[in-house]
């Protein structure tokens, strides 16, 4: 019989499954949960529910140890957390990368953060993967790891991943002037899903206060 871990932010709790492969325990009370599951050698990718208040039961995904593709989760809810406050990290199933939502003061808060994680800002390398990032962490403002000087063809994602899918503001990409020597960081709007590029002159530069971390492996 399988043993399976559901975690509720910070707290751990190893159990054990019934008879038919239910976790037959969730916690106390309403909250955000990573589940993952191990058998002797095997294990299946964490992922992640959410239990609203006065919600006792969830039903799916089925984790299977068999499988090397992980059907997908149920459509998680926005979570809303303070934007001073740190998340957990959650895993896309879609690539097994590990991503988490912070708060900061401005970009270099943002950049210290992503170094003492050892990690670094999100890439997005799709529509699909904005739309997840945007169901699960809400529709804010956020610096992303795309950044160079002062024109397009410069700017590269902090990961080394190549530029394969961009999502510029339709009146222009580059419509505030960016200074050519100075550098340039990316600010993503997830509630229409359009990506600035932008300097310290520019007012999202002061107004972006989150930032969205990646991990490659988790």
């Given amino acids: ?7 509720p932010g910070p707290t751990q709790w190893e159990l054990r499954t019934d008879a038919e ?4 325990k969730y916690g106390d009370g309403p909250g955000v949960y990573t589940v993952s599951v ?10 992640q529910f959410q239990l609203t208040e006065g919600q006792k039961h969830y039903e799916g995904p089925i984790l299977k140890f ?8 149920a459509k998680l809810p926005v979570i809303e957390p303070p934007p001073d406050a740190t998340t957990v990290w959650v895993v896309n199933p879609e ?6 939502r912070i708060g900061c003061k401005n970009v270099q808060d943002a950049l210290n953060q992503a170094a003492s ?11 699909v993967e904005q739309k997840w990032l945007s169901e699960l962490f809400g529709n804010h403002l956020f610096w992303v790891g795309l950044r160079g000087r002062g024109k397009t063809s410069e700017l590269q994602w902090d990961n080394g991943e190549p530029l394969t899918y961009t999502s510029w503001t339709p009146y222009a990409a580059f419509h505030h002037p960016l200074h050519r020597r100075k550098n340039v960081f990316v600010v993503v709007n997830l509630s229409d899903g359009k990506w600035y590029a932008i300097q310290p002159s520019h007012s999202l530069w002061r107004k972006t206060h989150m930032a969205i971390l990646e991990k490659g492996s988790f």
Avoid: Q, W
């Fill in 38 to 47: 191990h058998y002797k050698d095997k294990r299946v990718m964490p992922t």
């Fill in 117 to 127: 994680e050892n990690a670094y800002f999100v890439a997005i390398n799709n529509e």
């Fill in 21 to 24: 492969g239910y976790f037959v």
């Fill in 1 to 7: 019989m399988p043993n399976g871990a559901i975690l």
């Fill in 95 to 100: 690539n097994g990368h590990a991503y988490k």
């Fill in 66 to 73: 068999s499988s090397k593709s992980f059907p997908a989760p």
